[in-house]
């Protein structure tokens, strides 16, 4: 207990409750008899020590196979997000939950509290079905007045839970970098995520499973009817009337059409489903990370470079966040130097969803490109039709686009797909996971992203013989290229408040 809270304890306001007040975890160990357990062990005995996985890339596809997992689900459900968004996919998705749960599923549900403000009497609704357990990570103590948590308790509050993953009967899963809310499944807002997850069965299963399970029992996860009152007696019952009139709207038929279509779950329940069969590794940060005692040796950036090796010819890097920092530029020309192709897709400044971040990036765009590393700014305009099943997808109903796809290749061979941004939050202060695909396969989808869709989908990055950073535009890739001298589709004051801001010491929170 730090000052501050005890000074709060002493003033009698409001503080967290003892860690002895929690209730053990109730983990469902076995499920190999359900159909979901029937169907992937026999895949299992096909391709014994393997993981089969498959990419989704499309935002209706991603959103369809996480409700049918949900209606699949026979004994468990265990879901872990930084982010579920109150909105018309998040409630989707919480119905389905709801469902679950009334035909007998043991649903665990572990949010980061860092984004749940609005939602505390549905989830608590949620949490009083006698078949569902919701618990909050980090959790803040005021929660009308958050602010007042990062004055007082700035340190904790400020390292939050990033990962995500989303596990039916402890048989398949799906991780990567969507959380849920429409911007990440392509509703037809404003703004769509150009975003990847992978669905995966077989060995690397269980090692979500124990991730999941040392999130759900760390010293950060609260039980939430420990933090708030307990709900009245109907608060259920108007929760799940609610959810039931927004999943009849009109509003929702393009989601009811679009499971109407999916059949992902169907086939893999039929062992019919098109998986790519290779080794899978699950990296993730220990949960104590939050509370600054995990290792320096465990945190997943250091593990991740491991287990994906040291390239040798090329690296690819996708991140919508990208703060390479002074140290994090030189190993990257350092890699360039020794002759490894590097190239970095980005978020452009018109694209990203966070200025601040931006601003980050931008002052090592120059010294980077000198190290000669190609740059790509994603347009927010960039995502455009086409006929292959490519990496990038079309974005439909949505007047722009930005990246939030965090993912990895390198020679060719191998790719990272979780939540960890090249950023120092992403290295030091939240926590993150994610998978280590061998595949040459799904390597070559980013690579030929590269080589043949980004030069019309973003802007290409070059010096000028003064030394100052060109944006070429193309509307195809072959074609010509109009040439912008500043940030294009910004105005000069975001790009002045960009500068601003760049020469901040806040590095490190960004």
């Not at 890339?57 to 026979?74: P, S, Y």
Request: hydrophobic share 40%; charged share 25%.
């Amino acid at each position: 207990m730090n000052a501050l809270t005890r000074l709060a304890a002493l003033l009698g306001l409001p503080t967290l409750p003892p860690r002895g007040t929690r209730e053990a975890s109730r983990s469902i160990e076995d499920t190999d008899g359900t159909r979901l357990g029937r169907a992937t062990e026999r895949l299992e005995r096909l391709h014994p020590g393997r993981s089969g996985v498959l990419a989704l890339t499309e935002g209706h596809d991603a959103f369809a196979t996480r409700m049918l997992l949900a209606e699949a689900a026979e004994c468990s459900l265990d879901v872990q997000y930084y982010i579920w968004h109150p909105d018309l996919t998040g409630t989707l998705l919480m119905r389905a939950l709801h469902r679950a749960a009334e035909r007998g599923v043991h649903v665990r549900l572990l949010l980061d509290d860092n984004n749940t403000r609005g939602m505390d009497a549905g989830l608590c609704a949620l949490d009083s079905h006698p078949n569902v357990e919701v618990r909050l990570f980090n959790p803040f103590v005021q929660r009308d007045w958050r602010w007042l948590g990062y004055l007082t308790d700035f340190g904790r509050l400020n390292r939050r839970m990033h990962n995500k993953s989303f596990t039916a009967d402890r048989q398949v899963t799906i991780v990567g970098g969507r959380n849920v809310g429409d911007e990440y499944f392509d509703a037809g807002q404003e703004i769509s995520f150009v975003d990847m997850d992978v669905l995966a069965v077989g060995a690397v299963v269980p090692d979500v499973c124990a991730d999941f399970e040392r999130y759900w029992t760390s010293a950060s996860a609260y039980p939430i009817a420990s933090l708030l009152p307990r709900p009245d007696p109907d608060a259920l019952a108007r929760t799940l009337e609610r959810e039931d009139r927004i999943c009849e709207s009109p509003a929702a038929a393009p989601y009811r059409e679009a499971l109407a279509r999916s059949d992902h779950i169907e086939r893999l329940a039929a062992v019919e489903l098109a998986l790519e069969w290779t080794d899978v590794k699950l990296v993730s940060d220990s949960p104590a990370k939050v509370l600054g005692k995990a290792r320096k040796r465990e945190w997943l950036a250091r593990r991740l470079g491991e287990v994906l090796g040291a390239p040798r010819k090329e690296l690819l890097l996708v991140s919508p966040y990208f703060v390479p920092t002074a140290s994090g530029t030189a190993a990257l020309a350092a890699q360039a130097a020794g002759g490894v192709a590097v190239s970095v897709l980005t978020n452009s400044l018109a694209a990203t969803d966070v200025p601040v971040v931006h601003a980050g990036y931008a002052k090592r765009r120059r010294a980077l490109l000198r190290s000669g590393l190609r740059l790509f700014e994603l347009k927010p305009d960039g995502i455009a039709p086409r006929t292959s099943r490519t990496f990038f997808r079309r974005l439909t109903g949505s007047s722009s686009a930005s990246l939030h796809a965090k993912t990895f290749a390198v020679d060719g061979e191998r790719i990272f797909v979780g939540s960890f941004n090249l950023d120092p939050r992403s290295a030091a202060l939240n926590t993150e996971s994610g998978f280590v695909i061998e595949s040459r396969r799904l390597a070559g989808q980013i690579a030929a992203a590269f080589e043949h869709e980004l030069a019309a989908q973003s802007y290409t990055l070059r010096l000028d013989g003064a030394g100052r950073i060109e944006w070429q535009d193309r509307a195809t890739p072959d074609g010509p290229a109009r040439i912008h001298h500043h940030e294009p589709q910004t105005s000069a004051g975001k790009r002045a408040l960009v500068w601003l801001i760049s020469w901040l010491p806040i590095e490190w929170l960004l």
